[in-house]
């Protein structure tokens, strides 16, 4: 799929995706600050967060350790990328109902590119396509994030940002909704991340 598309591209995000596995195996954790990480230690590196957890300051890239100071009710559990490859897998074959041509992100499980292009005929909006899609995920147990718009990055970013179901009408109000997205939202090396913080840069389009 190519970096932007005159056409129709829909970004589906299942935020902390390899979380929401952990949470499958823990539902009592639901209602606690959670994360994955690399290994169930105390020098284990976070991986993945959910809310609970960023708003006490865990974020990706710190030790399980340094993150259980900020969170003391926090708990976390490693995920074998196997279990991860496995259900991206099934995803990607099952969003092939609503478009033949689905894109898993390769660095980030949980995200996938849907190509909307010709599909006018199936659903009478851009806005039915991301409400089927949806709704689908949604029937499967997942919190999804969807953006339908016009580009792979601004589509990503909306949907990394925005809750639910995102349409936008033209390349113009993605790409605003883009640059507003906070950069702790986006798959970037933590230590890069934290670079560009102390830079007073935290947004996109900054």
Not at 108 to 135: C, D, T
Not at 182 to 202: A, M, S, V, W, Y
């Amino acid at each position: 799929m190519k970096n932007s598309t005159p056409g129709r591209l829909a970004c589906v995000d299942l935020p902390a995706f390899p979380l929401q596995l952990l949470l499958r195996r823990h539902p009592e954790w639901r209602t606690y600050p959670a994360a994955v990480v690399a290994e169930d230690k105390p020098q284990g590196l976070i991986l993945w967060v959910n809310e609970k957890a960023r708003q006490q300051g865990v974020l990706p890239g710190l030790r399980y350790a340094a993150a259980f100071s900020l969170a003391t009710a926090l708990r976390a559990g490693a995920v074998p990328p196997a279990e991860i490859k496995k259900v991206v897998s099934e995803l990607a074959h099952r969003l092939m109902y609503f478009t033949p041509e689905v894109e898993p992100a390769t660095d980030e499980p949980g995200v996938f590119w849907l190509n909307g292009a010709g599909l006018q005929r199936l659903y009478a909006s851009a806005q039915k396509w991301a409400e089927a899609i949806h709704r689908d995920l949604r029937a499967q147990g997942f919190i999804v994030n969807l953006t339908a718009g016009f580009t792979r990055f601004g589509s990503y970013a909306v949907a990394k940002a925005a809750k639910n179901i995102t349409v936008f009408r033209d390349p113009a109000g993605e790409r605003v909704a883009a640059e507003k997205t906070f950069l702790d939202r986006l798959n970037i090396e933590p230590k890069f991340r934290d670079t560009l913080f102390k830079l007073g840069i935290k947004t996109v389009g900054e």
